[in-house]
């Protein structure tokens, strides 16, 4: 700081006082310079005997950077402030372009670029607008078949509605309670498992879901009883609920709104034709083999076969 104050009392555009012998103004100087035969006459006013004539002083050095006396460099402030360490108490400060940042204390022992880390992988958290249109297609692709063997199994049950009933010794209104129990768990699922794929993500929901369909198909197959028959079609309905419900999310993730026409048809179509060809494919099933023992069981069996 001391070197600073130095610095300080160099010319700033006018000749101070502090440069001469005496208590010279700047005043009497300027007067001198105008009026070189009224020297006398300054000096006697300003308390100077014997003086000649003032002459502009003349400099060999260059004037240095004006600097203001209450004015300190960044480097100044940076190199004041102490280096951090275990003991250093927690400061909150508001943050400016002025403001004084500690250095890290690196123990004097500076990290070149081949000491840091490899750079992770970050394409898993790609925007998928980003998206290649190709991987978009198949992932469009994949989501409608999903939605489309969704909407078979839940027109495919109604059709062995009469062998169900004489299976469980029940009436065929008693069977039907099948198509109900399905509409419920898909209609519950999405209210919690939407919002969830939201934090989470979709994948975790699409996968697990999947299973749960997969494997309450193949249960409705081999259960003994009405009550087990209609717990599995819940369930059942509740793994494939995400199908169609969250696939018009997975579209908008993929396309901007001016593009989702299409992809939007496709998925819209798919569903309309899994509505229709369940019932139509469950029909065949149960007017060949209606009297066959377990086979009309396939109409089951088909579906949560891998």
């Not at 005496?22 to 020297?39: C, E, K, Q």
Request: aromatic share 10%; proline share 7%; net charge negative.
């Amino acid at each position: 700081m001391a070197e600073h104050k130095r610095r300080t009392w160099h010319l700033r555009g006018r000749m101070d006082s502090k440069c001469y012998t005496g208590i010279l103004t700047t005043a009497a100087v300027d007067a001198a310079n105008n009026h070189p035969s009224s020297g006398d006459e300054i000096s006697e006013n300003h308390g100077i005997t014997g003086a000649a004539p003032l002459s502009p002083p003349t400099f060999d050095s260059p004037i240095a950077k004006v600097e203001e006396p209450g004015s300190v460099d960044q480097e100044e402030i940076v190199n004041d402030v102490p280096s951090p360490d275990v003991n250093t108490p927690i400061s909150y400060l508001y943050l400016t372009f002025d403001t004084p940042l500690p250095c890290l204390n690196t123990g004097g022992q500076q990290s070149g670029r081949g000491d840091l880390p490899a750079c992770p992988d970050l394409a898993s958290y790609a925007d998928p607008l980003t998206w290649p249109f190709a991987r978009k297609g198949i992932m469009v692709a994949i989501s409608c078949m999903a939605t489309c063997f969704t909407a078979y199994a839940a027109g495919a049950y109604s059709e062995s509605a009469d062998l169900i009933a004489a299976e469980f010794n029940t009436t065929r209104e008693s069977a039907l309670v099948g198509v109900t129990t399905f509409c419920i768990g898909f209609a519950i699922a999405p209210m919690i498992l939407a919002p969830f794929s939201e934090i989470n993500g979709r994948y975790p929901i699409f996968a697990i879901a999947g299973v749960v369909f997969v494997v309450f198909q193949a249960v409705c197959g081999v259960v003994t009883n009405l009550a087990g028959m209609l717990v599995a079609r819940f369930l059942k309905g509740v793994g494939g609920s995400v199908f169609s419900t969250m696939v018009g999310g997975v579209i908008a993730d993929m396309y901007d709104k001016e593009d989702r026409n299409t992809p939007m048809a496709l998925f819209s179509g798919a569903v309309l034709v899994g509505t229709g060809l369940g019932p139509l494919v469950a029909a065949v099933m149960v007017e060949r083999w209606g009297d066959q023992g377990q086979k009309w069981k396939w109409v089951f069996w088909h579906q949560g076969k891998p």
